[in-house]
């Protein structure tokens, strides 16, 4: 039996952040309690250099144990001793890394065909088409006919006010 005299010692308690592992980078960040996974993922792929693989997904990973995933909305939790919480990167859905051990590689999936909201990197390409410069040939032209008829109306207008004052 415990002494009634003696007060429990103290549960430590646990830290007011969250330390997820970048795999791309190889750092830990740190967040909040209550920060959801998207943000925490946003912030991941913002500090991440060109070249290194982009997180997709938040997991809680323990060697020996399925990894629980944390969706967009779903708010980072410490899940307790051994438990570890990763980013899923690009290169683990294409050759199926997990845990340090190779798995069942995933079949890439093609854009769209997927719930998952994906970041994407995209590079505008100048497009320069038939079409594109029909439309500014076009539009040149259509100035100089509309600024030939504005001309010829006000050389003419003297007349057409004769014209009118003689009829009236």
Known sequence: MAEEGKPAPPQPSPPPYFEVNCKSSGKTRRFAVGTDAEFAVLLINRKLNAGNPLALHIEAVKKGEEP???????????????????????????????????????????????????????????????????????????????????????????????????VI
Not at 68 to 91: C, H, M, N, R
Not at 114 to 121: Q, V
């Open 68 to 166: 629980i995933a944390f969706g967009p909305k779903s708010v980072l939790v410490d899940y307790g001793d051994g438990w570890k919480l990763q980013t899923f990167t690009e290169a683990d859905l294409i050759f199926g890394i997990r845990n340090g051990e190779d798995v069942r590689p995933i079949p890439m999936r093609t854009p769209g065909s997927s719930d998952i909201p994906r970041p994407e990197r995209r590079v505008s390409k100048p497009v320069i088409s038939f079409l594109y410069i029909f439309k500014i040939v076009f539009a040149f032209v259509l100035m100089f006919v509309l600024g030939a008829i504005f001309t010829l109306a006000l050389d003419n207008l003297p007349i057409l006010i004769t014209f009118v004052k003689s």
